[in-house]
Every structure is written in C-alpha cells, then in structure tokens.
C-alpha cells in the first residue's frame, strides 16, 4: 500500500510549514498539510500581518509631524479603529485563500485537522492515521500566562485581544521584553492609549548593541511613550478605577493604574504533538534541530517558533527552516544559515539587527572591528530629520568579513536585505565601501560605515 | 618651487568632486578644490537634494490615500510651499557648511573661483596659475535651451524656477524625456498645480522594461496625471490667459493653455574649461574617459556629467567616477564598476533598475533568464496597497548570474542597494532565491523573483 504514504507530512500550516510543503512538493514529492486553525498560522492570522498593517497605520500618523515641519498642516484627524480591523481581516481573508491556492497549484494535499504523531512514521489526524516518510513539525508556538502576580485576572491578555475590539482601551501597561511589546507600545501611544511600556531587562532590546538600545529608547521617549527598566509587577489587583499595578524599578516602587495589562510570553507548541510516541524529548523549552533542521529523530523534521528560543521566534526565521527541512526531506543537502538571522522592529523609526553584534562577535573569539554612520549625516536622513538613525558595521578584522550589520531609521528592515546579501556573500569591507547606493538614500551610510571601519568616511565630521 | 604643485587639483565641488578631493587626501595628496558657487554643485543645491526634500512632502502627501483606507480621516490639510522652501534652503546650507567642514578635516584646500585650464599640468583661477600633477574635472552639467518652437519665451524655464519662488504655478506643461520630470509632475500635482507631462518618447522612462514603464504609466495616471507620448511642441505663444502650446500626438493635435513650460535638457559643461590648452576635444557632448576615468590626455580626469551622456546624470555615478579618478591619480589601480549603473526614481511609487534590463542583456550576447514577483502579491506589498509595485530579475541563464534587477513600489530606491551588492558580489539566481529577508518586508519578493527565474516560486499563484 505504498500509494498511502506520503513522502512528507508537514504538521502545521504557518510561516514555516507552507513553504515546506511547497518546496517538497516542488521537489517531487507527494506532500500533506495538517492545519488545524486558519490556514497561515500566528504570522498571518495573529501576528506579522495584522499587526505590520497597524504599524503602517501608526507609521503614516507619525509622518504628519516631519509634514508639519514641511509646510502640510492638518486641521483635524480622526482615528477609526473598527476600521482599521475591517480592512485587515479582509486583506487576512484574501490572504488565506492564497495560500490555499498556492498549496494546491504545487499539489500539496490539505488535512483540516489536528494532527498528533502516533510512533515512527504515522501520524493521527480526524480519527485516521497516515504514513510518511518524513515529516515536518511545524506548530509553532502558543501563549503562556505570564508569571506575575494576578496574571489570572482576565484584563491580564496579549495581543489576540486587539484583534477582536473595535475600540482600543484608554491605559494598558505592556509588560515582558518581547520586540513586540515596543510595536505595540507605539501603536497604541499613536491612537491615543495611554501606555507604558516595562521590561524586567536592563533596557529594551537588550540583546541588541549599545547605540541600537539607546537610540530606540530616547527616539520613543522623545515620542511621548514611558520606559521602565529592570522593572517587576510587585501586585496587580482589580480595583475601583482600573487595574492597580505596583511596579517596582531599581529607582522607586509605584502604583499606575491601567485597564488592562499586554504580556507577549510565548513558547513553542510541545504539548498535543504526541512527541513521546517517536523518543523525542518535549520537556524543553524547544525542540533542538541541527543545522539541517533534523530532530535527534531520523525523518523527523522540526523548524520555527518550535525548534527556537523565544528570541528568535521570527517568521523568516520558520520559512528558511521550513525550506530547508523540506529540501532535506527530499535527498537535498540544505543547511540553514545562522550568520543572517535577523532581528526586526516595525516601528518608527525601524530597527533590524543581522548578524552578530560586536559583543558576540568578540565572545565567538573573532578580532573585531566596528564602524558606524549616523544617519543625521546622511543627507537623506537629513531631510527626513532621522536624528536616531545609524548604520552599525561589525567586521572580523584581518579580511575585513562583514558578520553583523545593525540598522535603526526609517525603512531599516528593508536596508536589512542588503546585510542579509552581504554576509551570506561574504562581503569584505572593502567590497561594501566601494558600494555604489542611489543617491540620495539612506542605503549609502552602508558603504560609509564599512569605510568608517576601515579608518577612511568620505563625508562623516 | 615643488611646494607650490598639487597632487591633486579637483575643479568642481559637487557630487563627483568632493569625494574625488576627500579621497585624493585620505591616500596622502596635497590637494586643492576649486568651485566659483555653492559647495555641492547641482545636487545639493538645485537638484537631488531639494527635489528629494519636496519629494518627501509629496509622499507624505500621497500616503494619505492609504490612511484613509485605514480609518485615518484628514479634515483639512494645508500646503505652505514658502514653508517648505525654506526648510529645505535651511537643510542645504547645513549641509553646505558640512561638505566645507568634511573637506577642511581632509586638509583639503579650498579655492573659491573659476578654474580653467592653461596648458598641460597648469590651471588658472582667480589671475593666478597654479601647478598639479593630476586634475579631476569635475564640473558637472549646466542647462540647455529646449529645442522646442517658443523655447526663448521666459515662461520656458528649469526646475531652478521652482527653488526661488514662494508659490507655484497653476497650469505647467513639463517636457521632455528626463526622468526628474516625472517627479516633478507628481510633486506639482500633489501640490495642486495641473500638469501635463508630454515627452517625445514612445513612452516615459523609455530605456527601461516594458513591465517598469507601463506600471509607472499606469500609477500615475490612476493618480490623475496627463501623461503624453511621441508628442511634439508644434507651437508655443504667449497670448491672452497664457501661453497656448499646440502639442501634436500620434493621434492628434491639441492646445493646451499653461502659465509655466519645464524642460529639464542638460549637457556636460564642456565651455569655459580650457580643455583646448591641454589637447582636449571639447566638441562632442561629453568628455569621453575609460574605466579609469582618464580622459585621452595624461594626467586629466573626468567623471559625473562632465563625462557622462545625459542618460547617466546621477549623482551616485559621479562619486564613484570621483573615487576611481582620485585613487588612479594617487596611483592606485581602481576602476568604475558599469554592472551596477542604478537609474533612481522618487515617485510614488519608486523606480530604482540596476545594471541591465532584459533587452540589453541580449543585445550584449547573453542567454537571458527573466523572473518577477508582483509586489500585489507580497505580504507587506498587500498591505500599503502595492497593486503596480514589482521585483524584475535578468540573470544570465547557464550560471544564474544576476545581470540586472528592477524595482518599481515604495522604497525602490532602497532596495535598489540590494540589486547593487548582488551583482557587484556576482550573486547566482540561487543565492538569491535562498537569502533569508525579513517578513514581512517587500524585499521578500527578491528571493522570489529570483525563485521565479529558476522556475520554482513557493508564493506566486
């Protein structure tokens, strides 16, 4: 009965698993999808969709203020909430069913279902068990209840519940150190929440460099939006008037009162999969994968949000190892590549962050250089009054190997592809400071912070 | 009197001369800048610069489309074009004490006066003569008069015109094939001023792709702009109400009534060099220079505008031509990288192509590859609405080599940097179908136009 046995079951059908299945398919493969919800996962149902599409609405209100300064004057705007969600559930829709329709023009059979592993080689799904050959984990991760106190109440939520209100709540206090957290924070600042943003870590992004950190922070503060550091939830009761919060900082204890309070805490979808009926292990955090994003478990794939630390539960991050899985699934030999990852913020101004950062770079053993190009020395950053802007180059120093580039200023995690190209193509910094960028545009302190490092800018004081 | 003979002398202090000057003295030359107006040429002054800055506020402008679809309702907006003005006369004097201050750091000299040359190794400005062992010319392009019937009227004029006035004109009839045109028709239109922008051309941006030109058509004609084709000034009279211009069309003929006529021709500024003294041809439309921006005269030097047909007048191309000539005449070996010629556009949506288009490659012997990836197709793309936004691929077929990208959506001329890179690092169609771009970005769509080239797409329908 081999014509029941598919060469790849790809379980989950989000960010990482529909280019799975599709590359498999592409591949020659005789493919499945097992998905369960909306077809597109937490990226495009919960996730980067809907909240870019806020972001772009958030990001055309901030740039009336440098149009102000440019002679366009609004006498009054008003901000429509319902819709605003209209417009993306519809474009959500739309989306979905491209999706659909790229799995079926590449073959790709879809199962509405939940899928659990059911012992090497099947997998149950509505009552049946199917064969395979090889299979792809592709779930993805799930929110956790935060570990404060009174995250029981139900005002204690996370994203999920901006997506079904047609009106926003008027003070929300967003808690944790999820990149996300600060998109959210300046959305809802934009169409007038009072929020404050709180991160029990030393600053906000704070895996990220030095200049990246400080340069986001005081551009958000500059905004108008309240940053609390290595800052705890002592107690959060529901009172008369709101939620009472005491939050304590490395300065002061204080009550701020809010109506509901956002937490991001996500981890990877173990539990349900049946991952004890194959050997693996579902105790972690996550699900280790080699580079071929192989499980200790022959045939068993794993990639995304469910292989990842939460620090790197980005959808890019999934479709590279969904694709890699998939060709490896399939005889091809694909390695995913850990140089490029990528770190991105939607906000305004942007920030992506791609490779290392000098201080991984030192800890990796590499002898370092940096190099940076403000953007306020950019003429284009001039004209759009990119004040935080920077261009960041980390290189090794002997060859001059570019292994981080970090960007903050508009249109950044579009910049973020020329760093992508130049690590995964080896560029040398000197490669990058004879770069010919369009002029003018902010491209061009890429090549001004790769001559930065080699001790020779063209135009920097 | 060795003391007195410059390495270097650069005459011209714009976009091409600046770097060239900044370079010569990083590599250890004495060196000497001469420019008789303002510090940064046309480009800082009257050109890239202002016209980016105006653009900006036309997109600012234009974004307004977008929001009202999100539920961004403007009441009224007003558009203070004094304003605007001055706040780009006070960014370019900022940025002209910048260049001043860059150059003087670089212990570069500075000579304001009208260089010309007097025989070989010998330029005069300002009654003196002073010696160099290499010259960079570098004095750019300067108006010409339409060829146009009427063109001496002075309501025929440049887009200087628009710099020193604190109202725009009503009714404009832009004319011409200069790409700078288009963005001016857009920015006037935004501003209330009905254009006609009519070219003599089978179409506007006539070099490039089919799928490039008719997008762009299409776009700004959804935004109400008259766009004219293969049409001619058969007459142009100023008479009652203001200036009747008979235009002939393939079609037809018509008159149109204007207030202003704007034509953008520009040739090199060939007269008044001396290039006679030192053997040079001052006859053609440019000086002609080879890869190492070396004139046919030992010793001299020539790049941007001055060395380039009017279909190269980019600023970016003069610096790197203002590199190349500064390392050669330090005694480097460097030379100027044709592959990855970028022809930008600041409308809305943006244009940027990079290195060849399909045509060209095969005229130049290639067996081409074409891809593209719909920016309406596009995760973000979907989001801001990029129905005419497109990523184009020509590879060169039997390695995957890339040749030239073109891109047409926001934020073109910033991806614009990834096309760069990749074909100066010679970046194969399957490099770039496996680069990891962050999601959701629309620079996603150059992997897939890449993906699409090599015929396995995982999103395109």
Known sequence: MTENIYDVIVLGGGAGGVPAAVRAAQLGGRVAIIECGNMGGQCMNKGCIPFGHMMVASNILGSLTLGKEMGLDVSGISKDYATLINRQDELIDFMRQGVKGTLIKNKVEIIEGRGKLAGKGKVEVNGKTIAYKSIILATGAKWLKPDFPGAD???VTNT?????????PKRVLLFGGSPWLIEVAQFLHRFDTEVILATEDKSILSDESKAIRSRLTKALKDQGISILTRSEIVSLNKKKGGLHCALRTKDKEETVVVDRVISLRRGAALTELGLETVGLDGKGDFIPVNE????PVGGIYAMGDLAAPETRHYSHLAS??????????????????????????FTQPQVACIGLTSKEAKQAGYDVVEGAAPLSMNPFGMIISQNEGLVEVVAEKEYGEV????????????????AVLAIQMEATLEELAKATFPHPTLSESVAEAARECLGRPIYLP
């Open 320 to 345: 590279q190892g969904g694709i890699v899985a998939a060709e490896n699934a399939m005889g091809k030999a694909s390695t995913f590549d850990h140089r490029t990852i990528t770190r991105v913020l």
């Open 160 to 168: 999920d519940y901006l997506l079904n209100e047609k009106k926003l």
């Open 292 to 295: 071929r994003m192989e499980t």
């Open 403 to 418: 292994l981080g580039m970090h960007f903050i200023g508009q249109g950044a995690c579009e910049m973020a592809g020329q």
């Open 153 to 155: 109440l139900k005002e």
